[in-house]
């Protein structure tokens, strides 16, 4: 696959891409997790890429979002969908929910979005999410007990490279290897030539070794699990609390990831324990056992009387100072009986077996000497015995756990990949839930789309081919007000061609234009939309203008004519919402030019609002019959406005100043308010 065809991936991150195993997989299926694993590639990035790879599969030029108003809505829905996604990999997996402009990729999505709406975000899946993050592969692992060695140069290379976690050494010949083998518990060597070699020590001659690392550094795989322990379990809890599968026995994961602690160390075999204590306590033991020793020997010397007859004196004077045969003689059994303690202490102690229990016997012995001391090669002797002994068992321990989590794997990964994609879908489901969403329904044709329309009833395109673009919204409420959402009133518009908005002050026109841009942009990016019902066109682009903060100086003023130049060019299917463009400039020529414009775009298949306070004099200045719907205020209530927020089609709203007027002429007998009245 040529990665540079992707909108926005360029050499360096088409090279980062080659690097990931299966690339394209990921790419087809949007899957951010495992781009973010190609080398330099941040999560943000790895959305952009997927969003491009998702436009490229469905052959989408995008560009709905066709001015800055636009994509800050776009932008809001996604703040909102992220806010209740609980990781972080949820809240980028978002990202790649973009507006689609073609069907097959809106109905992609809305495919995953029904099912995503029957899952229910409860407080424990929420807990138990918040623990789920993408797995870790852990790196800077150092295995020091095992080497491997090899004589040639290019194989040393491929060693370093394929088995950071072992030291490699480059060996002349076995007598190298022998000499290895007396500083690690295990020398592998990746020459054939030494196969059916006498060596002392555990000497391996594996030639395959490095075409399976993970044979030898099962150490690899444990680090793994280890360090991922805590999502692991967090995904297992997560399918728990949820109705999702697990892909694997979640009893036997917990079983195995019990048997490796944090640092990948086998935990939990008595033996291994037992071998470990004591090696790490054998010092220790030594010591008391000595002391052991010669309290039992000081306490039967102070109480013995020693009769030396004259003899042994004669011959203990001319000897010098030996008293050893004198102990030996005098005190035989109480220093055998010493010995024995010393050596049951160390056998209890350390909880000796078999072999080094008689290795132990011959740390004390010899001839009696008070006070008793230790003989140093036979702790060593008793050392590497303990120490060879714990390295078998922990290797092998670890190979065979290794083993088990190896088969886990795949499934571990699947395990926590749902787990993540859960959050995605359980975000969607609390933005439907919060904000009373239902799924849209799509009519028209304002797109072309070489394909077939789909039969499913989602964005049926068959329907109504000859009809303008526009939309139904019934029982909208814009979820970005600056009112409570359960405060917020429900509204009913529907527009289908080009149409003016009229109302009174604050009645919640450009409200209703955020509420009509949110919902075309959501229901393209194939979520539900906040309405009762929502039937739309399926857009080619939104070009959302807000209101200007004030009159344009000349260049301002231009370059926005020029824009909407540009607009009135463009191509059909475009849906135009535009709030009160009059600001711009004097309103005597604010009304012709935007009859100018509505001029134009009604010779279009193209939908536009324009909200203006100008709509009686731009619809006389406008050659066509231009439609005016209006927010009306119902009355007015303690000097407050009552506004009913659904527009009335075909009608042109009265302006507030009038409503006064006319408040005032009805409260007052005087002639002035009757004649202000008739002004308007
Ligand atoms: N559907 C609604 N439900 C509840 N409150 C609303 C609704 N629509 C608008 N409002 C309230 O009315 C206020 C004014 O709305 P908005 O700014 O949309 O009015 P406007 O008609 O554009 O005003 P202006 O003519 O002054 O530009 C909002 O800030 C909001 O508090």
Request: aromatic share 4%.
């Given at each position: 696959m040529a990665f540079e065809s992707i909108p926005g991936v360029g050499e360096k991150t088409a090279n980062a891409l080659a690097e990931l195993d299966d690339p394209e997989t990921a790419l087809q299926q949007g899957d951010v997790l495992t781009l973010m694993d190609a080398p330099g590639i941040s999560e943000g990035r790895a959305a952009a890429i997927a969003r491009g790879a998702i436009r490229q599969r469905h052959d989408d030029p995008g560009g709905l979002l066709a001015t800055d108003q636009a994509r800050d809505l776009y932008d809001s829905i996604l703040k909102l969908l992220q806010e209740r996604a609980v990781t972080t990999y949820a809240k980028k997996r978002l990202e790649t929910l973009y507006p689609a402009t073609k069907e097959s990729r809106i109905e992609e999505v809305r495919a995953t979005v029904e099912d995503a709406l029957q899952r229910e975000p409860t407080p424990e899946?929420?807990?138990?999410?918040?623990?789920?993050?993408?797995?870790?592969?852990?790196?800077?692992?150092?295995?020091?007990?095992?080497?491997?060695?090899?004589?040639d140069a290019e194989r040393y290379a491929a060693a370093r490279e394929a088995v950071p976690e072992l030291s490699a050494e480059v060996v002349d010949d076995g007598h190298d290897i022998e000499e290895l083998a007396r500083s690690y518990s295990t020398v592998i060597v990746l020459d054939e030539a030494f196969a059916g070699g006498d060596f002392s020590g555990d000497v391996r001659v594996l030639p395959d070794a490095l075409e399976s690392p993970a044979d030898v550094v099962p150490e690899r795989l444990l680090a793994f699990f280890a360090e991922n322990r805590g999502t692991l379990l967090a995904a297992g809890r997560v399918h728990e609390a949820s109705e999702l599968e697990?892909?694997?026995?979640?009893?036997?994961?917990?079983?195995?990831l019990s048997r490796v602690d944090e640092d990948g160390t086998i935990v939990g075999d008595e033996e291994l324990e037992r071998l470990a204590t004591a090696v790490d306590d054998l010092d220790a033991a030594v010591g008391t056992a000595e002391s052991v020793a010669n309290d039992h020997l000081r306490d039967a010397i102070k109480e013995r009387d020693v009769t030396i007859e004259g003899q042994d004196f004669?011959?203990?004077?001319?000897?010098?100072?030996?008293?050893?045969?004198?102990?030996?003689?005098?005190?035989?059994?109480?220093?055998?009986?010493?010995?024995?303690?010393?050596?049951d202490h160390l056998v209890d102690s350390l909880d000796l077996t078999g072999h080094e229990a008689e290795l132990a016997d011959h740390i004390f012995g010899g001839e009696p000497?008070?006070?008793?001391?230790?003989?140093?090669?036979?702790?060593?002797r008793l050392n590497t015995e303990l120490t060879t002994a714990r390295d078998r068992r922990s290797a092998e321990l670890k190979a065979d756990l290794a083993d088990e989590l190896a088969a886990h794997k795949p499934a571990a990964e699947e395990l926590v990949r749902n787990a993540l994609e859960l959050d995605v879908e359980l975000a969607i489901a609390a933005f439907a839930r919060d904000f009373d969403?239902?799924?849209?329904?799509?009519?028209?044709?304002?797109?072309?789309?070489?394909?077939?329309?789909g039969d499913d009833g989602g964005t049926d395109d068959t329907d109504d081919a000859a009809s303008r673009p526009g939309f139904t919204i019934e029982g909208g409420r814009s979820p970005l007000l600056d009112v409570d959402f359960a405060a917020v009133e429900p509204?009913?518009?529907?527009?289908?061609?080009?149409?003016?908005?009229?109302?009174?002050n604050s009645g919640g026109k450009t409200s209703l234009l955020d509420l009509v841009g949110l919902i075309v942009i959501a229901a393209?990016?194939?979520?539900?939309?906040?309405?009762?019902?929502?039937?739309?066109?399926?857009?080619?682009?939104?070009?959302?203008y807000a209101k200007s903060q004030g009159t344009l100086d000349a260049g301002a003023f231009e370059s926005t004519l020029q824009d909407f130049g540009d607009l009135v060019a463009g191509a059909d299917g475009r849906l135009v919402l535009v709030d009160e463009l009059e600001s711009i400039t004097e309103p005597g020529a604010s009304a012709k030019l935007i009859a100018g414009i509505l001029e134009a775009l009604d010779r279009q298949q193209t939908a536009a609002?324009?909200?203006?306070?100008?709509?009686?004099?731009?619809?006389?200045?406008?050659?066509?019959?231009?439609?005016?719907d209006g927010i009306e205020a119902v009355g007015l209530v303690d000097g407050e406005l009552e506004v009913n927020r659904s527009p009335v089609k075909d009608q042109l709203a009265r302006s507030t100043p009038e409503l006064i007027v006319e408040k005032l002429a009805d409260d007052d007998d005087g002639e002035f308010y009757e004649s202000l009245l008739e002004k308007f």
């Open positions: 899946l929420r807990e138990a999410l918040a623990d789920v993050a993408p797995l870790e592969s852990p790196s800077g692992l150092r295995v020091r007990e095992r080497c491997l060695a090899t004589t697990p892909p694997l026995d979640l009893d036997a994961l917990t079983e195995s004669l011959s203990l004077v001319e000897q010098g100072a030996r008293v050893d045969s004198l102990l030996a003689r005098e005190l035989d059994d109480a220093f055998d009986a010493a010995l024995q303690k010393a050596h000497t008070f006070p008793v001391s230790r003989r140093d090669d036979a702790v060593s969403c239902t799924m849209p329904e799509f009519v028209g044709n304002a797109v072309d789309d070489d394909e077939a329309a509204v009913d518009y529907s527009v289908e061609g080009v149409t003016l908005l009229s109302g009174v393209q990016m194939g979520l539900p939309v906040p309405a009762d019902h929502a039937q739309l066109s399926r857009f080619s682009e939104l070009h959302y609002v324009f909200v203006s306070h100008l709509a009686r004099e731009i619809r006389e200045a406008a050659a066509i019959d231009v439609a005016v």
